[in-house]
């Protein structure tokens, strides 16, 4: 397992939120802000992304869930309220399949459980763009789909939209490269059907990139899920952070 770089802060119940293809923990300050007085939370950057190692080899989401599990091991003595976005949605679909034991509960946002061929082979395009050119040439693209255009134009989003591209062209090309392969290649939907923690799927109702159905999809498979939804675009928790962290809070409050 490579080593992960994490932030811990606050105090409370454990908290521990997983971000998207592309970004860094960075990703969550808005969130992490709104929720450090009454919970601790942990944020990490996945393998291959932020100032976390990678390890070079190709990998699946399956090997981001057992990454997140080994952090939750090493750094919680109990099970912990466990929150992913996109990909990191996608791990945490992956980690309560796998890893029961350390999820006291999930929360989805803005992810998928699967791909038809038609988004497999736009995955394929842009892994073979990455490695030809580096991530700069799709970074125009991300950020339509991750932001609103209001949010975009506007002077305070404006300024986060601007830190998180110099993140995604940061992120080195092939490490890039094996997270969008292990995204197109996800199949989660029987492992979803065992997930017994309580659990919310969060969307946006703007996004392009997921799509509300996908969210839908999701929320219909794990047992019990509940299915809540923000006017933002795909990254809900840097657009709507407030909005985002009062769905958390009121999710823990009811458990």
């Not at 679909?93 to 890893?99: C, E, F, K, N």
């Not at 999930?106 to 050119?133: C, E, F, G, K």
């Not at 197109?184 to 996004?207: E, F, K, S, Y």
């Not at 809540?228 to 407030?242: F, I, Y």
Request: charged letters at 15%; a negative charge.
């Amino acid at each position: 397992m490579p080593h992960l770089n994490f932030v811990q802060q606050g105090q409370g119940p454990l908290v521990v939120l997983s971000h998207a293809l592309g970004c860094d923990l960075t990703m969550w300050d808005g969130v992490a802000a709104a929720l450090q007085e009454r919970y601790t939370v942990l944020r990490y950057d996945h393998r291959g992304h932020g100032g976390s190692a990678s390890s070079g080899a190709a990998y699946t989401v399956d090997d981001l869930a057992d990454d997140a599990a080994g952090l939750v091991r090493t750094q919680s003595n109990g099970p912990v309220h466990f929150v992913g976005l996109s990909m990191g949605g996608m791990t945490a679909q992956a980690l309560g399949a796998r890893h029961p034991q350390l999820v006291r509960s999930l929360v989805i946002a803005n992810s998928a459980s699967h791909y038809d061929d038609a988004a497999r082979t736009m995955w394929q395009a842009r892994i073979a763009t990455v490695l030809a050119n580096g991530v700069a040439p799709i970074a125009d693209g991300a950020l339509q789909r991750w932001f609103t255009p209001e949010f975009r134009s506007d002077i305070n989003g404006s300024v986060l939209v601007a830190a998180l591209r110099s993140v995604l062209e940061g992120t080195a090309p092939a490490p890039y490269a094996a997270a969008c392969a292990a995204v197109a290649n996800i199949d989660l939907d029987a492992g979803n059907a065992r997930i017994t923690c309580p659990t919310l799927v969060v969307c946006g109702a703007r996004d392009e990139a997921t799509p509300p159905a996908l969210s839908e999809t999701i929320a219909r498979t794990i047992p019990g899920a509940q299915l809540r939804s923000l006017d933002a675009a795909h990254l809900s928790a840097v657009e709507q952070p407030e909005a985002f962290a009062q769905l958390l809070t009121e999710f823990w409050k009811g458990l």
